[in-house]
């Protein structure tokens, strides 16, 4: 037991040992490093002798280095994309209008613009067609729609979500969906079922708002 406690002993102490050396290199490295260094300046000194800065009246003072350019347009579109997010959890049945169709207005739009709506008093001049979409793609879809034909200065378009024939329970999934979405759309005045030939309850037709610069 001696034996090992006695070598264990040795071992630490040359291991000490090893580290004084180490640390002795080591501070003797870096002496000499700092005697170099000064013989060299001392032998430029006295290679060129007494230094003056120079001065040239033809120099021009740089400004500093100005800091990037905020991106602008990229936050614009940012919060446009904000702006323009429609969610799956905002609940449309209280601003529907109580009818056969479940029709949409705008507050200070009038039902004679919803029943213009219904007789066609609006040419469609544009519709989208949801079938087959998931509700993430539909969504997506309809968003970017939307927002293209209102800047192309469309102000009728139809938009066609199915009647459901296919789905379980023969529901129509995406019908109550697409009216949510249509209603926070900032673009859309009001929107009515389509009439039979446009597609009836499978359809909506929809109003929006005029262009900025269009009549």
Known sequence: MKSKSLKDL?????????????????????????RRAHAERDLF???????????????VDLAPDQPPPIAVQQQLDEQRVL????????????????????SFRRPGIGTDVTRKLRKGGWSIQGEIDLHGLRREEAREALAGFVRDAHRRGWRCVRV????GLGSPGKMPVLKGKVQSWLIQKNEVLAFVQARGDEGGAGALVVLLKPSPGMN
Do not use: C, M, N, Y
């Open 10 to 34: 040795q071992h630490i102490q040359q291991k000490l040992a090893e580290q004084q050396k180490l640390a002795a290199a080591q501070e003797a490295a870096r002496q000499e490093a700092e």
């Open 160 to 163: 066609v979500h199915g009647k």
């Open 45 to 59: 000194v006295r290679a060129a002798g007494a230094v003056k800065p120079i001065r040239d009246p033809r120099r």
């Open 83 to 102: 702006q323009e997010a429609i969610s799956d959890e905002f609940d449309a049945a209280t601003l529907l209008d109580i009818d056969d169709a479940l």
